[in-house]
């Protein structure tokens, strides 16, 4: 996976509406197979005109024995050392070990755990994002994987930007609350006691740097800068 930059101009007037109605910038990655949860890659305060996001590209992948559910962290358990796409990583005995030719154009892991009463695990890509000088290591996605049984992760070099309130980095948001700007259809409200999130926007990250803008009078954001 390569590395990106994606630069979010906020001005001014934006910075103080975002900030007054107690919101975050959220970021979602885009898988492409959407499971029924989604994971907040990346959350921000926005704090000058010009945010700017590294997505780097080295990848991640973790297991544990959470059960998913939403609106809880996260947990990183185990955590691989970095992984490579076409590439199958088996997880047995609660560690990553080998790794095997796999399907190109995905990361994949095999559940080789074979304690008795552990039926599955919880899994997915980690990836590491640079923002204001420092360096995070969050989660892309998560997903139940059966004893014996592989799954294969599909990233897209796509992301959803939108705002929202009570949200973080790590945190499991049901997918189908997510709406795409250009839709009437209102968000739903879910178990969580109470947040207001906003209409996405789907960035293509095609160029070592993509910038957007937030636009005052949506309340969205919008391709290109100001």
């Given at each position: 996976?390569?590395?990106?930059?994606?630069?979010?101009?906020?001005?001014?007037?934006?910075?103080?509406?975002?900030?007054?109605?107690?919101?975050?910038?959220?970021?979602?990655?885009?898988?492409?197979?959407?499971?029924?949860?989604?994971?907040?890659?990346?959350?921000?305060?926005?704090?000058?005109?010009?945010?700017?996001?590294?997505?780097?590209?080295?990848i991640y992948e973790y297991a544990s024995l959470q059960q998913i559910n939403d609106?809880?962290?996260?947990?990183?358990?185990?955590?691989?050392?970095?992984?490579?796409?076409?590439?199958?990583?088996?997880?047995?005995?609660?560690?990553?070990?080998?790794?095997?030719?796999?399907?190109?154009?995905?990361?994949?892991?095999?559940?080789?755990?074979?304690?008795?009463?552990?039926?599955?695990?919880?899994?997915?890509?980690?990836?590491?994002?640079?923002?204001?000088?420092?360096?995070?290591?969050?989660?892309?996605?998560?997903?139940?994987?059966?004893?014996?049984?592989?799954?294969?992760?599909?990233?897209?070099?796509?992301?959803?930007?939108?705002?929202?309130?009570?949200?973080?980095?790590?945190?499991?948001?049901?997918?189908?609350?997510?709406?795409?700007?250009?839709?009437?259809?209102?968000?739903?409200?879910?178990?969580?006691?109470?947040?207001?999130?906003?209409?996405?926007?789907?960035?293509?990250?095609?160029?070592?740097?993509?910038?957007?803008?937030?636009?005052?009078?949506?309340?969205?954001?919008?391709?290109?800068?100001?």
């Amino acid at each position: 996976m390569n590395e990106y930059v994606l630069d979010i101009e906020i001005n001014a007037d934006g910075i103080n509406k975002i900030l007054n109605n107690h919101e975050k910038v959220v970021i979602v990655r885009s898988f492409d197979d959407e499971s029924p949860h989604a994971v907040v890659c990346f959350s921000l305060e926005p704090f000058g005109e010009k945010n700017q996001i590294t997505f780097c590209p080295t990848i991640y992948e973790y297991a544990s024995l959470q059960q998913i559910n939403d609106f809880e962290e996260v947990e990183f358990s185990v955590t691989s050392n970095e992984v490579f796409i076409g590439k199958t990583y088996i997880f047995k005995e609660n560690a990553f070990d080998a790794s095997i030719d796999g399907i190109p154009d995905k990361y994949g892991l095999d559940n080789q755990q074979q304690t008795t009463e552990i039926l599955s695990i919880s899994a997915g890509l980690v990836q590491e994002i640079k923002y204001s000088g420092t360096l995070f290591k969050t989660a892309l996605n998560i997903a139940t994987v059966p004893k014996n049984q592989t799954i294969f992760f599909s990233p897209l070099n796509k992301i959803k930007i939108f705002l929202a309130t009570n949200m973080k980095n790590g945190l499991i948001i049901p997918q189908n609350i997510l709406m795409p700007n250009q839709m009437n259809k209102s968000s739903k409200q879910n178990t969580m006691s109470s947040f207001i999130i906003g209409k996405y926007l789907e960035v293509a990250l095609d160029n070592d740097t993509t910038t957007i803008h937030y636009n005052n009078q949506t309340n969205v954001f919008s391709p290109g800068p100001y």
